[in-house]
Structure formats: structure tokens, C-alpha cells
């Protein structure tokens, strides 16, 4: 029996069972569904995309895995060797590994290593209120929503703040020479309810986190390829270590050059299984490519213009705010009965939703054309009406 993610299994409703997927579209027995939020936001190139499964097929007629303890491949080292070209600044040491959780792991375990490495004793890790990391011990420490960890004790080694200017300098003020890293979604704070925050406040951070060598760590697992309608938020402002989905953990000189050294011990002791997959860095490697070629950016910026030309205007007594930035919407109501029996709604009309709390959105693929966009906005508005 499959056990699945964040449901009650004594009480959750039957899920939608999918035979095949093609572009934006899921196809059930009985229904083809736009997918709205991108399978948890990540399938931008939608589905079957031709040269993504080509990329994976060719790699699968060499060999599917090999581990990197000892061994490399190519894949991996062109794979790492275009992270090093297309990411900004001297973010150019790539650990990897297999899931955006783990790759948070592995970059709080570099933040807190890099500092024992010089000798300090630096056990805090300043994060956001209203974060989500990811579902693994650490990561779940540096969330904070507790609808996902409310059975797991708060650890004393995180504070958390509000993205709010005075509340940052007062946490810097009260514990910089304890802090190891700053951890952030920059601009987006996804599964903590689609919460949208300005620039100045990442580049505030920035000026704190170089004045008291603290290390900012932004994880880019959603916000990362064009989501905030940024490339990455990391071009605006330049963190020290840089996490993206599926999975990479990106680090620069200063951090990279704490652990290299001729002394073992000073090593990162870390390695998942599965880090570097031949199979995923193929099609990884596919997908930047696509993603420059097409010039994802402009349909961004696309999706963006849609999204507000059809819901920036939009309201009714039962919406808190509607929040539009990039390729995402968010539609939060005060109360979250109100989007009780909405994905049902949605799926009798052709769209895939999956609300959560008192939050509606879309993360779409960035191939969607602009009928079906303005489908999904539709059935959004249906609800309401």
C-alpha cells in the first residue's frame, strides 16, 4: 500500500489517477487536466518534452547510475562546468545530491562546518518565519509552519524572524557572533503560503551578513529558474551558498577554501547515493539548454503580464489578497473553509489545483499558451462566483 505525502490516510479522498502526460496536460480515464502548479512546481518544460526524454534515453543506453565516491562521469563534470558559467558570481563548487531537502541538509552542514573548520563556535542559524526548507531534521528546524512539523520539537540552534528590515538588523545586533548562516526563500516563500517580500531586505541581509561573516545560504529549490521572474534571485543579490531543486548545492571560494586543506578531517563527510545521477544531469544539462535557447524568461514575463491582466483586480469579500509575482499566483481567503471541495471543482472543469490552507495558486509550466493560462484563472474565478 502507498503511503501518501501530507494526507490523513483514514480520511483522504481517492487520488486522481494518471495514464499519461503530455505538454501541460495530465490524462486521466475520464478527464485531461491543465497542471497549474507544475507537479509541486517543478516540471517547467511541461511533460514528454522531446529532447528531455531523448536526453535520458541516450544516457540510459551508457549507464544509469555510478556512484561519485571514486568515480566520475561526464555528465556530472559538464553538468558542473555549466553551473559554473551560467550561475552569477563565484558561486562555482557544486555538491551533489538527490532532493531539494537533502540539498538544504548539505548546505547547513557546510554553513556550521565552515566556521568549526577556523575554530569558531557559531551554533545559530538565523531563518524566516513562515519557511519551509524541506521535510528532513534540519531542514524542518530552519522551517517554520508548523501545519507540516507541529510533531517535532523546536530545537533551540534557529531564530526566526519576520521579513522586516528593523527585525533583521535587531537579530544581527542580538546574535551575529553566534550565527553561522542566514537561510532564506528570497522573494517567495513558497509552502509557507506564497508569501512575497522586496529586494531591499535581501540586500539588507547582505550587508549584515558581510559585515559579521555570516554566511547567507538562499534556497532556490522553487524560486530558482525564472519562478520569481528572476533567472535566480541570486543575480540580484549574490549569496555565499546557493540550493536549487533535484539537486545541487552550489558554494563559492570563501566557503569551498574552508574545507580544502591537507588536513582530512576538515573534509565534508557527506555523499547521498544517488548525488550526480548520469540520468539526471543529462536531462539537467537538456533543460538549461531549452531554458536559454527558448528564452524562458520572455515567456515569463509573459505569464507574469497575463497573471495580472486577468487577476490582479480580481476580489470578493471571502479574498484576503491576491499576490502575483512571476510565474506564480496566489489567491489567500480568510477562511480556509472556503476552498473546501475547490480541487473537485477544478478538475470537473479540465484544470489540476491542489489548494493547500487558505491559499489557491498556480505555479504553471512555462510552455502553457495563453488560453490555457487564462482557463486555469477562469475555473479560479468560477469558484468565487
Not at 532564506?184 to 513558497?190: K, R, S
Not at 510565474?327 to 473546501?340: A, I, S
Request: include cysteine; hydrophobic fraction near 40%.
Amino acid at each position: 500500500m502507498i503511503w501518501y505525502p501530507y494526507e490523513q490516510m483514514k480520511t483522504m479522498k481517492e487520488p486522481y489517477r494518471i495514464l499519461d502526460a503530455e505538454g501541460v496536460h495530465l490524462y486521466t480515464k475520464d478527464q485531461k487536466l491543465i497542471d497549474s502548479i507544475s507537479s509541486w512546481w517543478c516540471m517547467i518544460h511541461g511533460y514528454k518534452h522531446p529532447e528531455l526524454t531523448a536526453a535520458i534515453k541516450e544516457q540510459a543506453d551508457r549507464f544509469c547510475h555510478v556512484m561519485l565516491g571514486g568515480l566520475t562521469h561526464e555528465p556530472v563534470e559538464k553538468l558542473s562546468d555549466k553551473l559554473q558559467e551560467f550561475l552569477p558570481g563565484d558561486l562555482d563548487y557544486c555538491f551533489f545530491s538527490d532532493s531539494g531537502s537533502v540539498a538544504v541538509e548539505v548546505s547547513l552542514k557546510m554553513a556550521l562546518q565552515y566556521n568549526t573548520n577556523q575554530g569558531r563556535k557559531r551554533p545559530l542559524v538565523l531563518a524566516l518565519e513562515h519557511a519551509y526548507h524541506g521535510d528532513t531534521f534540519k531542514a524542518m528546524e530552519v522551517g517554520d509552519d508548523e501545519d507540516y512539523h507541529f510533531a517535532f520539537d523546536k530545537k533551540e540552534g534557529v531564530v526566526h524572524i519576520p521579513t522586516e528590515i528593523p527585525a533583521l538588523e535587531d537579530a544581527f545586533e542580538l546574535y551575529h557572533d553566534r550565527l553561522n548562516c542566514f537561510i532564506v526563500e528570497p522573494l517567495l516563500q513558497g509552502a509557507g503560503g506564497m508569501r512575497m517580500y522586496d529586494i531591499s531586505f535581501l540586500k539588507r541581509a547582505r550587508e549584515l551578513c558581510n559585515q559579521y561573516d555570516v554566511l547567507l545560504i538562499f534556497d532556490e529549490v522553487a524560486t530558482g529558474f525564472g519562478r520569481t521572474g528572476n533567472r535566480f534571485v541570486a543575480d540580484l543579490v549574490l549569496p555565499d551558498i546557493l540550493v536549487l531543486g533535484h539537486a545541487v548545492t552550489v558554494a563559492n571560494h570563501k566557503v569551498f577554501d574552508a574545507f580544502y586543506s591537507d588536513d582530512d578531517r576538515l573534509a565534508l563527510m557527506h555523499g547521498p547515493t544517488f548525488m550526480g545521477n548520469p540520468l539526471a544531469c543529462a536531462v539537467a544539462l537538456k533543460g538549461i539548454e531549452i531554458f536559454e535557447r527558448d528564452d524562458y524568461m520572455s515567456k515569463i514575463r509573459h505569464i507574469e503580464q497575463i497573471s495580472r491582466q486577468e487577476m490582479e483586480n480580481f476580489s470578493d469579500p471571502r479574498i484576503k489578497e491576491v499576490r502575483i509575482m512571476g510565474g506564480c499566483t496566489c489567491v489567500e481567503v480568510h477562511d480556509p473553509k472556503t476552498l473546501e471541495g475547490f480541487q473537485q471543482f477544478a478538475y470537473e472543469r479540465g484544470v489540476f489545483c491542489r489548494p493547500f490552507l487558505n491559499y489557491m495558486y498556480s505555479m504553471v509550466p512555462y510552455v502553457i499558451s495563453d488560453e490555457e493560462l487564462i482557463q486555469i484563472f477562469d475555473v479560479m474565478k468560477d469558484w468565487f462566483h
